[in-house]
């Protein structure tokens, strides 16, 4: 079967102009405004051994990734589907003799196996924070408040942020609201598809409160209250309270503590952050936990923010001038020029004009005139 010319894969796609140039502005701005909180980068490949993209959070899947095998190597590799799981691999090897927490930025491509209704691109632009060797409150408050920080560099107007708790359920259910094992799959099941009809069907309506709870911020933990002091998570609701406070009030802020849908590894905390007019998530992030080597476990706390919805959406388009340079011009001024911050058109010949190039300026006589 031949392939039609130009042709992409399901959910991939080239970026054109603007768009390119949008994303890598963002994604510089986005690193820029990470580094400042002392963040540092690192760059991890595209593509390493399955087994190290899922060996260092518990909960990474294998179904997940888009592997091959290496004609160099003979070896199993797989395309990042995120670049959290890299980065816990360098906290654990390269970088585990560094004092902790330790605070690494990154930024790049990932490849989804799959896409989903909302994104049907595949490949998609990751850029986020980590802060390894601690998950108090102090650290996600450090994290969300930067997330926040971060799309407004970007540009985004009306943040809101989705808190949950996506370990709540496995704790309760090991605990205080004890359900038979074998039903804990369904319980979970019933959960995610926030089906209080399947609550009674499987005799555990005790997690009802949990469904009904998930709402606007300060609702949500009012209902929550009576529960989380019976059940013993009133700690966990209190934890909330400090961070919801941290934030700025601007920013919306709902909970739904029984969501776990892409937070296959986050621990107590997770979040997803959304932007006014944009469509679907612009980033998601929480507490996790990291395997070193020698079974070690070590938390975390981090952020990853998706560059394509943003590029979807408009930002980082930047309009500039662009000046017409004609031919028989001072190359030495037009390198002036291009310091400045101009764009610069030159002429190949004598036909070449400034509309066909949309240009807005050009340069005569020595001097830049408007078009
Ligand atoms: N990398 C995760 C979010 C995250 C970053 N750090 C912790 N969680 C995601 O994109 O879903």
Redesign the pocket.
């Given at each position: 079967m031949t392939i039609a010319h130009g042709l992409l894969p399901e959910g991939l796609r080239d970026r054109l102009p603007p768009q390119a140039e949008a994303a890598s502005r963002l994604l510089h701005h986005v690193i820029v405004a990470i580094n400042r909180h002392g963040y540092e980068r690192v760059s991890p490949p595209l593509a390493e051994f399955e087994e190290s993209l899922l060996g260092r959070l518990k909960s990474a899947r294998k179904q997940d990734l888009l592997r091959f095998v290496d004609p160099v190597s003979q070896r199993s590799l797989a395309l990042r589907p995120?670049?959290?799981?890299q980065?816990g691999r360098i906290a654990t090897t390269r970088l585990n003799h560094r004092p902790r927490p330790l605070r690494l930025a990154y930024g790049g491509t990932?490849m989804k196996l799959r896409a989903t209704q909302l994104r049907p691109e595949r490949e998609l632009m990751?850029a986020?924070?980590?802060l390894i060797g601690n998950d108090s409150v102090a650290a996600v408050i450090e994290?969300l408040g930067m997330a926040v920080e971060t799309l407004k560099i970007a540009g985004v107007k009306e943040i809101s942020i989705d808190l949950t708790l996506p370990d709540l359920v496995e704790r309760l259910a090991d605990t205080t609201l004890p359900i038979d094992a074998s039903k804990k799959e369904k319980l979970f099941a019933v959960l995610d598809a926030k089906d209080a009809g399947g609550l009674s069907e499987l005799d555990a309506t005790g997690y009802r409160p949990l469904l009904e709870a998930a709402g606007p911020f300060d609702e949500a933990i009012e209902k929550l209250q009576p529960m989380a002091e019976k059940l013993g998570f009133a700690d966990r609701l209190e934890a909330l309270k400090t961070i919801r406070a941290s934030l700025d009030p601007s920013v919306h802020v709902t909970l739904d503590p029984t969501e776990r849908h892409?937070?296959e590894?986050?621990t107590w905390i997770?979040f997803s952050l959304f932007g006014s007019g944009i469509l679907g998530e612009i980033?998601?992030?929480?507490?996790?936990t990291i395997i070193h080597q020698d079974k070690r476990e070590e938390q975390?706390?981090?952020?990853?923010l998706?560059i394509d919805p943003l590029v979807d959406a408009g930002l980082g388009q930047k309009k500039s001038r662009k000046l017409f340079l004609p031919l028989g011009h001072d190359p030495e001024q037009a390198r002036a020029f291009r310091q400045e911050g101009w764009i610069t058109i030159a002429a190949l010949d004598e036909e070449d004009d400034p509309v066909r190039h949309q240009c807005t300026d050009i340069l005569t006589g020595g001097h830049i005139k408007p078009l």
């Amino acid at each position: 079967m031949t392939i039609a010319h130009g042709l992409l894969p399901e959910g991939l796609r080239d970026r054109l102009p603007p768009q390119a140039e949008a994303a890598s502005r963002l994604l510089h701005h986005v690193i820029v405004a990470i580094n400042r909180h002392g963040y540092e980068r690192v760059s991890p490949p595209l593509a390493e051994f399955e087994e190290s993209l899922l060996g260092r959070l518990k909960s990474a899947r294998k179904q997940d990734l888009l592997r091959f095998v290496d004609p160099v190597s003979q070896r199993s590799l797989a395309l990042r589907p995120d670049i959290t799981g890299q980065i816990g691999r360098i906290a654990t090897t390269r970088l585990n003799h560094r004092p902790r927490p330790l605070r690494l930025a990154y930024g790049g491509t990932v490849m989804k196996l799959r896409a989903t209704q909302l994104r049907p691109e595949r490949e998609l632009m990751q850029a986020g924070a980590e802060l390894i060797g601690n998950d108090s409150v102090a650290a996600v408050i450090e994290i969300l408040g930067m997330a926040v920080e971060t799309l407004k560099i970007a540009g985004v107007k009306e943040i809101s942020i989705d808190l949950t708790l996506p370990d709540l359920v496995e704790r309760l259910a090991d605990t205080t609201l004890p359900i038979d094992a074998s039903k804990k799959e369904k319980l979970f099941a019933v959960l995610d598809a926030k089906d209080a009809g399947g609550l009674s069907e499987l005799d555990a309506t005790g997690y009802r409160p949990l469904l009904e709870a998930a709402g606007p911020f300060d609702e949500a933990i009012e209902k929550l209250q009576p529960m989380a002091e019976k059940l013993g998570f009133a700690d966990r609701l209190e934890a909330l309270k400090t961070i919801r406070a941290s934030l700025d009030p601007s920013v919306h802020v709902t909970l739904d503590p029984t969501e776990r849908h892409g937070f296959e590894y986050q621990t107590w905390i997770g979040f997803s952050l959304f932007g006014s007019g944009i469509l679907g998530e612009i980033g998601r992030g929480g507490s996790y936990t990291i395997i070193h080597q020698d079974k070690r476990e070590e938390q975390a706390v981090g952020f990853s923010l998706y560059i394509d919805p943003l590029v979807d959406a408009g930002l980082g388009q930047k309009k500039s001038r662009k000046l017409f340079l004609p031919l028989g011009h001072d190359p030495e001024q037009a390198r002036a020029f291009r310091q400045e911050g101009w764009i610069t058109i030159a002429a190949l010949d004598e036909e070449d004009d400034p509309v066909r190039h949309q240009c807005t300026d050009i340069l005569t006589g020595g001097h830049i005139k408007p078009l």
